[in-house]
């Protein structure tokens, strides 16, 4: 079936969903599918992505209230006469990319990324303006189905890590040279925006006890975002300066992660967590919180669980991990197994062409 495919990705940065729809691009264009990409102004998934497009168009998007973007994506979809709009992202998109879908009688999809709840009566009417939303993970499902969204309407495709990227041998240097951190350091690394939800506080509250336990350890916290100011002032309130190393968002992951002796992500919620595919494929032992998709990732076998928000908990099994290398070592494999397994790029891909067909066909 020859395809072409108009995407909708209003993300800025190439991190979290905007990654994955540069990864979609790419594995539908070796398939044969024609991608149109409609992203905004100065967007770095438009270079990222646009060896792979037969064109990119960059627009004004405003957001929620920019209903003029509705205009300009018209345009676009009479322009490209695509077989299916396939829109990737909120801020607006998801409305406003239905509505004019349905304005121009294209079908449409919609990929839902976080696992917050809406209001019923608001996702019955959002979604109603598509044929299929795709989740990344069961547990968005789940949230969706309890909104009332029909179950034969909503499918799970998970986000997909490039395996291979992240699988390289650590280089001792890389630390010291990247991060300015020295070898004989233990490394616990938090990679997530610097946003609430992303339950960075929790850390820092269970730090003391930690680095009592472990004199020579360094967190480090990967990411950017508007919390970065109050995390600095629990820092210094803490005493944890000389412990807790911000460096801001990085493009060299795929040389850090496989340096880290552990990665922590103690959310409120998550859809999935592509940073935990990211250390799971690198090998990293990994602690996270059981909420949204991260126990899709961890599960039983791949890693530890705590409960969200639980600081006791959370401090026991960071310091579990850290007496224990062999655990650590064994959940490290365990990680990269199930990432290589379940949440492979192809298996992504794959199972957004089906959607497609199913609609389209």
């Not at 920019?66 to 009479?78: A, M, P, Y």
């Not at 294209?106 to 019955?124: G, I, L, Q, T």
């Not at 460096?247 to 992951?253: K, Q, S, T, V």
């Amino acid at each position: 079936m020859s395809l072409t495919v108009l995407h909708v990705e209003a993300g800025r940065h190439l991190y979290g969903g905007a990654l994955q729809v540069r990864y979609l691009i790419e594995g539908l264009s070796r398939r044969g599918v024609r991608n149109v990409l409609v992203c905004p102004r100065g967007a770095a998934i438009a270079a990222a992505a646009g060896p792979f497009c037969d064109r990119v168009h960059e627009l004004p998007m405003g957001g929620d209230l920019d209903v003029g973007f509705v205009w300009r994506l018209r345009r676009v979809i009479r322009q490209v006469q695509p077989d299916l709009v396939h829109v990737h992202s909120r801020r607006g998109a998801d409305v406003f990319g239905g509505m004019t879908a349905r304005l121009c009688r294209v079908p449409a999809v919609v990929s839902r990324r976080v696992d917050n709840p809406e209001r019923a009566w608001v996702a019955r009417l959002k979604y109603r303006l598509f044929q299929r939303v795709i989740t990344i993970s069961q547990a968005i499902r789940e949230v969706l189905l309890k909104e009332g969204v029909p179950a034969d309407k909503v499918v799970c495709v998970p986000s997909a890590v490039d395996v291979a990227a992240y699988s390289g041998a650590c280089d001792g240097r890389v630390l010291r040279e990247a991060l300015g951190l020295s070898s004989d350091e233990t490394v616990v690394g938090v990679i997530a925006q610097l946003i609430p939800r992303k339950g960075h506080r929790y850390l820092l509250e269970a730090a003391p006890r930690i680095v009592q336990a472990h004199p020579g350890l360094r967190f480090v916290f990967f990411g950017q975002g508007p919390q970065e100011g109050e995390i600095r002032e629990q820092v210094s309130r803490l005493g944890l300066g000389a412990h807790v190393l911000l460096a801001g968002f990085r493009d060299d992951l795929p040389r850090i992660l496989p340096c880290l002796d552990l990665v922590v992500h103690p959310v409120e919620m998550e859809g999935l967590g592509v940073s935990l595919l990211q250390a799971g494929a690198a090998g990293v032992p990994m602690v996270g919180a059981r909420a949204g998709g991260v126990p899709e990732i961890l599960g039983d076998d791949a890693g530890l669980l705590v409960p969200p928000g639980d600081v006791p908990a959370l401090t026991e099994a960071v310091l579990r991990m850290l007496d224990d290398p062999d655990l650590r070592r064994r959940l490290g494999r365990a990680a990269r197994e199930r990432v290589r397994r379940r949440f492979s790029l192809d298996a992504m891909v794959e199972g957004n062409l089906a959607v497609y067909r199913d609609v389209i066909g």
